[in-house]
Protein backbone atom coordinates (compact mmCIF):
# COMPACT_ATOMS: atom_id res chain seq x y z
CA UNK A 1 0.00 0.00 0.00
CA UNK A 2 1.37 3.54 -1.12
CA UNK A 3 0.25 6.60 0.24
CA UNK A 4 -0.77 9.69 -1.71
CA UNK A 5 -0.13 12.94 -1.24
CA UNK A 6 -3.55 14.52 -0.74
CA UNK A 7 -3.70 11.38 2.23
CA UNK A 8 -0.38 12.16 3.80
CA UNK A 9 -1.64 15.97 4.15
CA UNK A 10 -4.96 14.82 6.04
CA UNK A 11 -2.54 13.04 8.51
CA UNK A 12 0.26 15.44 8.73
CA UNK A 13 -1.41 18.92 7.38
CA UNK A 14 1.39 20.95 9.06
CA UNK A 15 3.80 19.47 6.70
CA UNK A 16 2.51 21.47 3.57
CA UNK A 17 4.81 22.00 0.91
CA UNK A 18 7.28 19.56 2.55
CA UNK A 19 5.12 16.07 2.58
CA UNK A 20 5.75 16.35 -1.54
CA UNK A 21 9.75 16.34 -0.82
CA UNK A 22 8.90 12.76 1.46
CA UNK A 23 5.88 11.44 -0.34
CA UNK A 24 8.12 8.93 -2.40
CA UNK A 25 10.91 8.29 -0.14
CA UNK A 26 8.47 7.47 2.48
CA UNK A 27 6.84 5.09 -0.08
CA UNK A 28 10.23 4.09 -0.75
CA UNK A 29 10.28 3.09 3.35
CA UNK A 30 7.22 1.29 3.22
CA UNK A 31 8.33 -0.90 0.58
CA UNK A 32 11.80 -1.60 1.64
CA UNK A 33 10.31 -2.35 5.51
CA UNK A 34 7.29 -4.03 5.19
CA UNK A 35 5.62 -1.22 6.31
CA UNK A 36 2.85 -2.53 4.31
CA UNK A 37 -0.33 -2.85 5.96
CA UNK A 38 -2.53 0.19 6.88
CA UNK A 39 -2.07 -0.51 10.63
CA UNK A 40 1.42 -0.14 10.36
CA UNK A 41 1.62 2.78 8.27
CA UNK A 42 -0.75 4.49 10.57
CA UNK A 43 1.44 3.98 13.45
CA UNK A 44 4.42 4.72 11.48
CA UNK A 45 3.40 7.92 10.61
CA UNK A 46 1.88 8.83 13.89
CA UNK A 47 5.23 8.88 14.96
CA UNK A 48 7.27 10.05 12.50
CA UNK A 49 4.70 12.20 11.71
CA UNK A 50 5.51 13.71 15.89
CA UNK A 51 9.08 13.01 16.01
CA UNK A 52 9.86 15.28 13.01
CA UNK A 53 7.39 17.88 13.98
CA UNK A 54 4.84 16.68 10.84
CA UNK A 55 8.12 16.49 8.61
CA UNK A 56 9.57 20.11 9.18
CA UNK A 57 12.53 19.40 11.71
CA UNK A 58 14.96 16.36 10.70
CA UNK A 59 17.66 17.55 12.78
CA UNK A 60 17.29 17.46 16.71
CA UNK A 61 16.83 20.65 17.95
CA UNK A 62 18.86 22.01 20.73
CA UNK A 63 20.97 24.49 22.57
CA UNK A 64 24.84 23.49 22.70
CA UNK A 65 24.13 22.88 25.99
CA UNK A 66 21.36 20.20 25.31
CA UNK A 67 23.73 18.37 23.23
CA UNK A 68 26.55 18.06 25.20
CA UNK A 69 25.20 15.66 27.00
CA UNK A 70 25.46 13.49 23.56
CA UNK A 71 29.34 14.45 24.04
CA UNK A 72 30.53 13.31 27.51
CA UNK A 73 29.04 11.30 30.63
CA UNK A 74 26.70 8.11 30.67
CA UNK A 75 24.65 8.73 28.10
CA UNK A 76 27.35 9.52 25.57
CA UNK A 77 28.96 6.80 26.60
CA UNK A 78 25.84 4.51 25.93
CA UNK A 79 25.50 5.74 22.40
CA UNK A 80 29.12 5.12 21.62
CA UNK A 81 30.43 8.86 21.34
CA UNK A 82 34.17 9.08 22.70
CA UNK A 83 34.52 10.10 26.54
CA UNK A 84 36.42 13.22 25.18
CA UNK A 85 34.36 16.93 24.69
CA UNK A 86 35.36 16.96 20.84
CA UNK A 87 32.00 17.42 19.36
CA UNK A 88 30.96 13.60 18.70
CA UNK A 89 27.68 14.99 20.42
CA UNK A 90 26.55 17.26 17.90
CA UNK A 91 28.24 15.04 15.00
CA UNK A 92 25.69 12.34 16.03
CA UNK A 93 22.85 14.42 17.38
CA UNK A 94 19.72 12.90 16.43
CA UNK A 95 18.82 12.81 12.60
CA UNK A 96 15.82 11.33 10.36
CA UNK A 97 12.11 11.23 10.84
CA UNK A 98 13.01 8.61 13.84
CA UNK A 99 16.07 10.41 15.36
CA UNK A 100 18.98 8.10 14.96
CA UNK A 101 21.20 9.38 17.45
CA UNK A 102 24.80 8.28 18.05
CA UNK A 103 28.02 6.78 16.60
CA UNK A 104 26.92 3.11 17.69
CA UNK A 105 23.15 3.62 16.26
CA UNK A 106 24.71 6.02 12.91
CA UNK A 107 27.61 3.13 12.32
CA UNK A 108 24.18 0.32 12.73
CA UNK A 109 22.19 2.34 9.87
CA UNK A 110 25.11 3.25 7.69
CA UNK A 111 25.65 -0.78 7.53
CA UNK A 112 21.91 -1.24 6.61
CA UNK A 113 21.09 1.62 3.71
CA UNK A 114 24.70 1.44 2.48
CA UNK A 115 26.78 -0.96 3.67
CA UNK A 116 29.81 0.59 4.99
CA UNK A 117 30.52 3.58 7.60
CA UNK A 118 29.34 6.37 5.00
CA UNK A 119 27.31 8.03 7.59
CA UNK A 120 29.93 8.72 10.44
CA UNK A 121 31.45 10.77 7.54
CA UNK A 122 28.46 12.32 5.97
CA UNK A 123 26.07 12.40 9.02
CA UNK A 124 23.45 14.68 7.28
CA UNK A 125 22.82 12.45 4.90
CA UNK A 126 20.03 11.43 7.28
CA UNK A 127 18.71 15.04 6.53
CA UNK A 128 17.85 14.30 3.25
CA UNK A 129 14.17 13.02 2.79
CA UNK A 130 15.60 9.85 0.87
CA UNK A 131 18.26 8.74 3.64
CA UNK A 132 15.47 10.56 6.46
CA UNK A 133 13.26 8.15 5.63
CA UNK A 134 14.80 5.14 4.62
CA UNK A 135 16.90 5.47 8.74
CA UNK A 136 13.05 5.51 10.46
CA UNK A 137 12.10 2.83 7.92
CA UNK A 138 15.17 0.81 8.54
CA UNK A 139 14.41 1.78 12.79
CA UNK A 140 11.16 0.77 12.55
CA UNK A 141 11.79 -2.88 10.88
CA UNK A 142 15.08 -3.97 13.11
CA UNK A 143 13.33 -2.70 16.85
CA UNK A 144 10.25 -5.13 15.84
CA UNK A 145 7.49 -2.40 15.53
CA UNK A 146 5.63 -3.82 12.46
CA UNK A 147 5.02 -6.47 14.55
CA UNK A 148 3.56 -4.23 17.57
CA UNK A 149 1.77 -1.90 14.84
CA UNK A 150 0.16 -5.23 13.86
CA UNK A 151 -1.01 -5.72 17.48
CA UNK A 152 -1.79 -2.45 18.00
CA UNK A 153 0.46 -1.70 20.92
CA UNK A 154 1.02 1.82 20.40
CA UNK A 155 2.74 2.99 23.71
CA UNK A 156 5.13 0.28 23.18
CA UNK A 157 5.84 1.31 20.16
CA UNK A 158 6.36 4.88 22.07
CA UNK A 159 8.63 3.81 24.83
CA UNK A 160 11.01 2.12 21.93
CA UNK A 161 11.30 5.16 19.97
CA UNK A 162 11.16 7.48 22.70
CA UNK A 163 12.34 5.87 26.09
CA UNK A 164 9.49 6.95 27.41
CA UNK A 165 6.12 8.69 26.69
CA UNK A 166 7.22 12.05 25.74
CA UNK A 167 4.68 13.55 23.47
CA UNK A 168 2.15 10.52 23.64
CA UNK A 169 -1.12 13.23 23.31
CA UNK A 170 0.16 14.72 19.78
CA UNK A 171 1.61 11.01 19.08
CA UNK A 172 -2.38 9.56 19.56
CA UNK A 173 -3.50 12.35 17.94
CA UNK A 174 -1.64 11.75 14.40
CA UNK A 175 -2.60 8.33 14.75
CA UNK A 176 -6.33 8.38 15.12
CA UNK A 177 -5.94 10.90 12.21
CA UNK A 178 -4.13 8.15 9.93
CA UNK A 179 -6.11 5.44 10.78
CA UNK A 180 -9.29 7.38 10.03
CA UNK A 181 -7.48 8.27 6.48
CA UNK A 182 -6.68 4.92 5.93
CA UNK A 183 -9.68 3.57 6.51
CA UNK A 184 -8.53 1.51 9.81
CA UNK A 185 -10.78 0.64 12.42
Not at 150 to 163: E, L, P, V
Request: charged share 20%; aromatic share 8%.
Amino acid sequence: MLMTLPQLLQVMPGARARAGLFLTALNAAFVRYEIDRPLRIAAFLAQVGHESAELRHVRELGSDAYLSRYDTGPLAARLGNTPQADGDGQAYRGRGLIQITGSHNYLACSRALFGDDRLLREPMLLELPQWAAASAGWFWQSNGLNELADKGQFTTITRRINGGLNGLEDRLRLWARAKAVLCVC
